[in-house]
C-alpha cells in the first residue's frame, strides 16, 4: 500500500471518479467524469434501521452499492463521505468490539452533561469549537467507558464511520476477511470528520489528548505516529492529498473489487461532503432537510458559541463549517403523514390547503428527543387546538412549519455566530416537496435557492477524489432555482412562543 502521493494526472474526457455517500439510511455511489462532473451512473443499497449498528452492514451495503453502479473497474479514483460522529471501536484484531453508536443515538446525553461540567462551556468551545452533546464520538466513548467497562477495556482504536469504511476498503480489517489484515497504524480521516469527535481542535488542527482521556478514560496515539501506548484514532489527512493508492486489488462485498492502482481519497463528513457537492463558498448558508435537518455554512472566519448551538466544524477544503444540527427534520413528516395515512406528497397539498400560521395550531416536533435545542428527552406537542384548527389541513400545515421553524431558529443561531448568509440554499429529499418549498419562502422570509435534484453528498466525494487524482478541486456547475421570499414572520413568532411553553 503506498501512502505517498501520485503525480498529478491531466484528468482527460472520459476519466472517471467515484463518490460514496454511506448516510444514516443508506449508501449512495455515483461515479461521474473527473473534468465536467456528469453523472455516468450510480447506485445504492440500504442499511439497516437503528442508532445502534453492526459496521459490517456499511462494508456490504458498499458493495452492493458500487455493484449496483456497475463496479470501479473503470474508474481512477473514489473518496468516501460518511454519516459523522459515530463510534466504531475496534480491539487489537481489528473486530468491532460493540456495534456502533450513531449520531442519533442519545443514551450519551447524561455522559454529554457531566463532560461539559467537568470543563465549563467556554473550554469546550475554545479546544474543541462545540460543547458536547449525545451526538459527538467522544461523549459515546464515555458512555462506553462507564456502561460497559469490559468493552471499554477492549478498545484499541476509535475511528468513525468514513474512516472505518475507507480502510476496509485499502484492504485492512480482520485477519481472516482482509487481505492486509487489521493494521491499526493505517486509519485515517479528514478534518471534518475528526473535528465532531469533541477531541481535536478545528482552529490549531490537532487532537487534543487530554480530551480523549477524559472521554475513554485512557491515553490515546495518532496512528502512524511511532508510539505503541494508546489508544490509536486516525491521522488526519490534508484536504487535497490521498489516504493510499491501491497496490493490491481488494475484494469487495458481494463481488467485484477495489483495483490496484485505485486512488482513495481522504473522504469526509456528510455535511462537509454535501457542501462540497453544493460548492458552498463565503455567503452561502444550506438548510438540508433529511430524516434529520441541518443548516450550515463555510467560512474562514473562527466562531466560537459557547451556547453550544452552533457546531465550528472543519470542512472538507481546509476552512470552518458552522454548523446547527436538529433531529427532526422530514422524519415529522413521516410521522403525522402516517398518521393521516397520505404520502409526502399528499400531505402537502393538504398543508397548502390551510393558511400560514395554521391559524394558532403549532406543532413543535421533537419526536425523538432534540439536539438542538439540546433536549434529548424531550417530546412533541401540539399547541392551539380548537374546533377550527383540528383537522387534517391545519394539522398538515403545523407539521410543516414546525419542521421549518426549527430549522429557522438554526438559521437565526448561525447567523449570530458571525456567518453572513446571501444565498440560502434549500436541499434534501423533502425540499422536493412543493408545500416545503413554498412554507419555506414564508417561515424563512428571503429567497430560498434550489439546486438540481441530486446526491449532493456523494457527489462532493467525487470532486474530492478527483482532486486527490489530479491536484486540482474541480469546478462542477450546479443549476439553480429560486422560490421569491414571502415572509411571514408572525409563524416562527408563534412556534418560538409553543417552544417556550412546551
Known sequence: MSDIRPGAVDPGDGTLVA????????????????RTGAVVREGRASHPDGTS???????????????????LDDVAAVAIAG????????????????????????????????????????????????????????????????????NADRVAAVALPHDWLSWRLRGHGPADVSPLGPDLDALATDASDASGTAYWDPARREYDPELFTLALGRPMR??????????????????????ATLDTDVPLAGGGVAHHGLVVGAGTGDNAGAAL???LGPGDVAVSLGTSGTVFGVTDAALADPSGTVAGFA???GARLPIVTTLNAARVLEVIGGLLGVDHGELGELALGAPAGADGLVLVPYFVGERTP????????????????TDRAHLARAAFEGMLCALADGLAAVEDAGVTVERLLLIGGAARNQAVRTIAAQVFGRDVHLPEPGEYVAA???????????????????????????????????????VAAS
Open 19 to 34: 463518490g460514496v455517500d454511506s448516510s444514516t439510511q443508506s449508501c449512495k455511489v455515483t461515479i461521474r467524469d473527473a
Open 53 to 71: 449498528v453492526d459496521p459490517e452492514h456499511w462494508w456490504t451495503a458498499l458493495g452492493a452499492a458500487i455493484a449496483d453502479a456497475g463496479g
Open 83 to 150: 454519516q459523522q460522529h459515530g463510534m466504531v471501536a475496534l480491539d487489537a484484531e481489528g473486530r468491532v468490539v460493540r456495534d456502533a453508536l450513531l449520531w442519533n443515538d442519545v443514551r450519551s446525553a447524561d455522559a454529554a452533561a457531566q463532560m461539559v461540567d467537568e470543563l465549563g462551556r467556554e473550554a469546550w468551545v475554545a479546544r474543541t469549537g462545540l460543547v458536547p452533546v449525545a451526538s459527538f464520538t467522544g461523549t459515546k466513548l464515555r458512555w462506553l467507558r462507564d456502561a460497559e467497562p469490559a
Open 222 to 243: 495518532v496512528a502512524g505516529d511511532g508510539a505503541t501506548d494508546g489508544v490509536v484514532v486516525p491521522r488526519v489527512v490534508a484536504a487535497d492529498q490521498p489516504m
Open 277 to 279: 457537492g453544493l460548492g
Open 315 to 317: 470542512d472538507a477544503t
Open 374 to 389: 439540546n433536549r434529548p428527552d424531550a417530546t412533541a406537542s401540539l399547541l392551539g387546538m380548537t374546533p377550527t384548527t
Open 460 to 498: 462532493g466525494a467525487a470532486r474530492q477524489a478527483a482532486w486527490a487524482l489530479t491536484g486540482t478541486l474541480p469546478t462542477w456547475l450546479l443549476q439553480t432555482t429560486t422560490v421569491a421570499a414571502d415572509p411571514h414572520p408572525e409563524v416562527l413568532a408563534h412556534y418560538r412562543d409553543a
